[in-house]
C-alpha cells in the first residue's frame, strides 16, 4: 500500500510553522493599514442613472462632492453622534423647524374660504407643504459631506438622531476628544486625520491582535501545519471581515471581542476571576453593538464556565451587565427611550416626509432596491434564504472554506477522536462544536426571521460576520482529513482562493454589492434597481 503523501508545510518545526503565521498575520495587517490610509469616498458611475434612463437609481452628482472618508451612512451616522456630542454636547443631529411644521400644516385652513379652486388648490399646497417642512431641516446632518439615512425623527420634538445604538458612538466621542487634545486635529477641521487614526487603533491593531489569537487557538487544536497555515491565511486574506477594516463599523469589533473570549476560555479549562472579569466585559460590550450576541454570552456562561464556583458566575455577569446597563442608560438618556431607536422602526420615528425608509419616492412610485426587495419587489422568503446561505450574499458562497466547517463541527460533536483531539482536549472541542453549531442556527434563524435586504449595499452578509472565528475553528477536523492527499488539498486552496477573491472584490469600500451578485446581473439577472 502506497503511503500518504505528505505536505510540506507539516514537515516545518513548529516555530517555523508560528514564523509562517506570523508573517501572514503582519503582512495582512499591513496591507489594511495602507488601504486605510489612502481611503476615499468614490462614486460608482454603475450605482446612477444616465440621463436618458427611467430607473430608481439616483441621478448622476452634478457638482464635484465633498471629499470624505466616511464611506456609507451607516458609518457616517454615528461619527455624526461624536461630532454633536463633541460640539454641541448632545444626541441631537438635527432638528425640522416647528414653525415651519406648524405654519404650513396651517396654511390648510385657507383652502376652505369661497372663491378658492380648491380640487386643484389642495394637491400644490401639500406638495408645497411638505416641500417646506423637508427645507426646514438644520444641523449637522444637513452639512455637505455629512449626510446619512441612518436617522430617525422623534415626533414629539421633531429632532433628528442616530438610528445607531448611543454606547459605542459615545465611548468614540471620549477617544476622540482625547485625540483632539492632543494634536489640535478637530473631526469638523480635519475629519480624515481623525477618523484615519481613530481606525487604525480601533480596527487595525485589533485584527492583527485577533489574528494573534485565533492563530493560537488553532496551534492548540491541531497539530497539522498545513491545517494551521491555511486557516491562519483564510482568516487575514480570506475573510469578509478585512473589507470592512476600512471603515468604522460595528461588526469588526465584535468579532475581535468573541473571539478574545473564546481564546479565554480554550486555553483556561477553569478561567481565574481575571479573565471571567475580561471575558464578561467583552461579552457584554459585544451585545451592545450586536444584540444577537446575547447567544454567545449565554453560550459561555452555560457551557464553558465553573458553576462549582459561584463567584465565576456572578463576576461574568456583573463585569457584563455594566456594558448592557449602559447602553440601557443611554438610551434613555439620548432619545427617551429605554429600547434603541432602530425599535421604532415601520413607525413614525422612521416613516416621516424625507425618509429614505419610506416605501415611495417622492414622485409616489413605489422604490426599487435591495432594501424594498421584499416589500416592493415580491421576494419570497425561500429566495432570501437561498440568497442569504449560498446565493449572491450566500454566507457560504463568498466564503466556500465554511462548508468544512459544518463537517468539522459535526465530526468534532458526534464523531470519533480526530488527530486534533487528545484526551485533555476532546472536551474543549465538543464544547466548541456546540457553541459553534448553536449560534450559526441561532443568528442565521434571527435574520432569516427579522431581516429581508442582506444588511444592504454591502459586500457581505455583515450580520452574520461575528461566527467567523467559530467557522474556521469548527474546519479543523475536515482540513485534516483532506490533507492526505495532493488532489484534496488543491480542492481546499480553490476554496480558499474563492474566499480572498471575495474578500479582495470591495477593495476600496466594503459598502458595495457582492461579486456574485454583479455576476448573476450581467448573465442576465434583472438586480434590485
Known amino acids: 500500500m502506497a503511503a500518504p503523501q505528505t505536505d510540506g508545510l507539516s514537515l516545518l518545526p513548529v516555530q517555523a510553522q508560528k514564523a509562517v503565521c506570523w508573517l501572514l498575520i503582519l ?44 464611506l456609507s451612512s451607516n458609518d457616517r451616522s454615528r461619527w455624526l453622534t461624536v461630532r454633536s456630542l463633541l460640539e454641541n454636547g448632545t444626541y441631537v443631529i438635527g432638528s425640522r423647524d416647528k414653525n415651519a411644521f406648524h405654519a404650513s400644516a396651517a396654511a390648510l385652513i385657507g383652502i376652505t374660504q369661497p372663491g378658492i ?149 480554550v486555553n483556561n479549562r477553569y478561567p481565574g476571576l481575571g479573565i471571567t472579569v475580561l471575558s464578561g466585559a467583552a461579552c457584554g460590550l459585544a451585545f451592545t453593538m450586536e444584540l444577537p450576541s446575547l447567544a454567545f454570552l449565554g453560550a459561555i456562561l452555560v457551557l464553558w464556565l465553573d458553576w462549582r464556583r459561584p463567584i465565576t458566575i456572578l463576576v461574568f455577569l456583573g463585569s457584563a451587565s455594566l456594558f448592557i446597563g449602559a447602553l440601557i442608560l443611554l438610551n434613555y438618556v439620548s432619545i427617551g427611550s429605554f429600547l434603541p431607536a432602530y425599535s421604532e422602526f415601520g413607525g413614525p420615528w422612521y416613516d416621516y416626509e424625507g425618509s429614505s425608509w419610506h416605501p415611495y419616492d417622492n414622485f409616489g412610485n413605489l422604490k426599487r432596491n435591495i432594501d424594498f426587495a421584499r416589500r416592493n419587489m415580491g ?111 488543491s480542492f481546499v486552496l480553490f476554496l480558499l482562493l474563492i474566499g480572498v477573491f471575495s474578500a479582495s472584490w470591495p477593495a476600496w469600500t466594503p459598502w458595495k454589492l457582492p461579486w456574485i451578485y454583479d455576476l448573476i446581473v450581467w448573465l442576465g439577472w434583472r438586480g434590485y434597481f
Not at 400644490?124 to 444637513?142: E, M, N, P, V, Y
Not at 459586500?459 to 474546519?475: G, H, I, N, Q, S
Request: aromatic letters at 12%.
Open 117 to 265: 379652486n380648491q380640487p386643484f388648490a389642495i394637491p400644490a399646497l401639500l406638495l408645497s407643504g411638505k416641500q417646506t417642512r423637508i427645507a426646514s431641516d438644520r444641523g449637522l446632518l444637513f452639512e455637505d459631506g455629512w449626510n446619512s439615512i441612518d436617522r430617525v425623527l422623534k415626533p414629539d420634538t421633531l429632532e433628528f438622531y442616530s438610528s445607531k445604538p448611543p454606547l459605542f458612538p459615545t465611548m468614540l466621542a471620549g477617544w476622540t476628544w482625547m485625540l483632539e487634545k492632543i494634536t489640535g486635529w478637530t473631526l469638523k477641521e480635519q475629519p480624515a486625520a481623525v477618523i484615519r487614526t481613530t481606525l487604525f487603533f480601533l480596527n487595525i491593531l485589533p485584527f492583527i491582535i485577533y489574528l494573534g489569537l485565533l492563530a493560537s487557538i488553532i496551534f492548540r487544536l491541531t497539530e497539522s501545519g498545513w491545517v494551521r497555515i491555511v486557516l491562519v491565511a483564510a482568516a487575514a486574506f480570506g475573510s469578509l471581515v478585512t473589507p470592512f477594516l476600512i471603515t468604522l463599523n460595528n461588526h469588526t469589533p465584535v468579532v475581535f471581542l468573541v473571539t478574545f473570549t473564546l481564546w479565554a476560555m
Open 379 to 489: 421576494q419570497t422568503r425561500g429566495e432570501y434564504t437561498f440568497h442569504l446561505l449560498v446565493g449572491h450574499h450566500g454566507l457560504f458562497s463568498l466564503t466556500p472554506i465554511f462548508v468544512l466547517s459544518l463537517w468539522g463541527a459535526v465530526a468534532w460533536l458526534f464523531g470519533r477522536k480526530t488527530e486534533s483531539t487528545t484526551s485533555a482536549e476532546t472536551r474543549p472541542t465538543r464544547k466548541l462544536a456546540l457553541t459553534s453549531l448553536g449560534l450559526m442556527v441561532i443568528l442565521i434563524g434571527f435574520y432569516l426571521y427579522k431581516s429581508d435586504n442582506y444588511g444592504g449595499m454591502s459586500c457581505a452578509p455583515r450580520w452574520l460576520m461575528w461566527l467567523t472565528p467559530f467557522l474556521l475553528l469548527c474546519a479543523i477536523p475536515a482540513l485534516e482529513k483532506l490533507q492526505k492527499s495532493q488532489r484534496k488539498r
Open 27 to 70: 503582512l495582512a495587517g499591513i496591507m489594511a493599514a495602507g488601504r486605510l490610509a489612502s481611503v476615499t469616498q468614490l462614486y460608482d458611475p454603475t450605482l446612477f442613472r444616465a440621463t436618458d434612463e427611467v430607473n430608481s437609481k439616483r441621478a448622476w452628482i452634478t457638482k464635484r462632492p465633498s471629499p470624505v472618508v466616511t
